[in-house]
């Protein structure tokens, strides 16, 4: 089995190390990262109701994946889920009664 084996000792800020992880991970890295950063969001704001902070939530990590998306730091299959889960809890909101 081959390993992908990147020198990292060229990397001379976090920001190269990160795009070399990430590159590797085949941008699985940062939606990890999305994911941890939806679940901190979620759980901070838990004792709201929790369709509000749902869809706060995923509003903003909807951003979030744009804004990463247009960097060229994650790519499609990253970007699609948080804009589901956004557009979903819009319409839970909408048409499921409280």
Do not use: H
Request: charged share 5%; hydrophobic share 60%; proline share 5%.
């Amino acid at each position: 089995m081959v390993y992908n084996t990147t020198n990292l000792t060229s990397a001379n800020t976090i920001v190269e190390i990160y795009a070399a992880v990430n590159q590797i991970s085949n941008y699985v890295f940062t939606g990890m990262i999305l994911l941890s950063l939806f679940l901190i969001i979620f759980m901070v704001f838990s004792n709201y109701p929790k369709r509000y902070v749902l869809l706060a939530d995923s509003f903003v990590i909807s951003i979030v994946s744009v804004l990463l998306f247009f960097l060229g730091m994650i790519g499609w299959p990253i970007l699609i889920p948080p804009i589901l889960v956004f557009f979903g809890s819009v319409l839970m909101l909408k048409f499921l009664p409280d």
